[in-house]
């Protein structure tokens, strides 16, 4: 049974960092693009980072325009874990951070309909 469970969230002020933890069983990770989505109150869930896979060990980066030069995301194959390490949040983060993950190639990794796992979500509050 495939499980990807998150962690890290938080309530923070602006211009905080926070990392979240997404941990993944069930599957290995290595093989699948990894990916972070948001969903803020009353919005659509939303692409936040990526990390894709290319094809063997090869990984590409890819963020919104909204958390580029601001998110990072990291992943580390021999834990099943990814990382998204979030330096100068602002009240605009504030959303549920959700985990996912898609072994389909060729698929739109900004697309959530293309991913086959999902966490439960992690809180990230940022307020004053």
């Known amino acids: 049974q495939v499980q990807l469970v998150e962690s890290g969230g938080g309530s923070v002020r602006p211009g905080d960092s926070l990392t979240l933890t997404c941990a993944a069983s069930?599957?290995?990770?290595?093989?699948?693009?990894m990916t972070w989505f948001r969903q803020a109150p009353g919005k659509e869930r939303e692409f936040a980072a990526a990390?894709?896979?290319?094809?063997?060990?090869?990984?590409?980066?890819d963020y919104a325009d909204s958390v580029k030069g601001r998110f990072t995301i990291s992943r580390y194959n021999a834990k099943n874990t990814v990382y998204l390490e979030m330096t100068g949040l602002k009240f605009e983060d504030t959303a549920v951070y959700y985990c996912a993950a898609s072994g389909r190639s060729g698929s739109d990794h900004q697309d959530a309909n293309a991913y086959d796992y999902w966490g439960q979500g992690t809180q990230v509050t940022v307020s004053s």
């Open positions: 069930g599957l290995t990770s290595r093989k699948y693009t």
């Open positions: 990390s894709r896979r290319i094809g063997g060990s090869v990984y590409s980066s």
